[in-house]
């Protein structure tokens, strides 16, 4: 059964930094892409960021670039997402995925070409 768990969301004030984390088990987690979407209120899902399954390629949103950093570590099954420089807009649940398929830049299409997400970690930015 796989398994993505996301955790460090929290409130913080613009300007701030948060760091989110995501673990995942029950699938081979090197043999996978990995991306973060989030949703804000009234608004569709956004993938903001992905990468390949060796961490060598990674994406960004124009929403995001510049200011959050994805990485990975394959021997913890591990996903990162640094966020510096906050805004109110980037409030949001913040959801860690999964995809078999590495499909480039088009990684960032559409949270559902991704084949497995966890119950996502709130991020909440104070103006």
């Known amino acids: 059964q796989v398994q993505v768990e996301e955790s460090g969301g929290g409130l913080v004030q613009a300007g701030g930094s948060l760091k989110l984390s995501c673990k995942v088990s029950g699938l081979r987690y090197h043999d996978y892409a990995m991306g973060w979407f989030r949703q804000a209120p009234g608004k569709e899902r956004e993938v903001i960021s992905c990468t390949s399954r060796e961490g060598r390629l990674s994406f960004y949103a124009d929403s995001v670039k510049g200011r959050f950093a994805i990485s990975r570590d394959n021997a913890k099954h591990a996903l990162y997402l640094q966020m510096d420089g906050l805004k109110p807009e980037d409030t949001a649940m913040y959801y860690c995925?999964?995809?078999?398929?590495?499909?480039?830049?088009?990684?960032?299409?559409?949270?559902?070409?991704?084949?497995?997400w966890g119950q996502g970690t709130q991020v909440t930015v104070s103006s």
């Open positions: 995925a999964a995809d078999e398929t590495w499909s480039g830049s088009a990684c960032l299409d559409s949270f559902r070409q991704y084949d497995y």
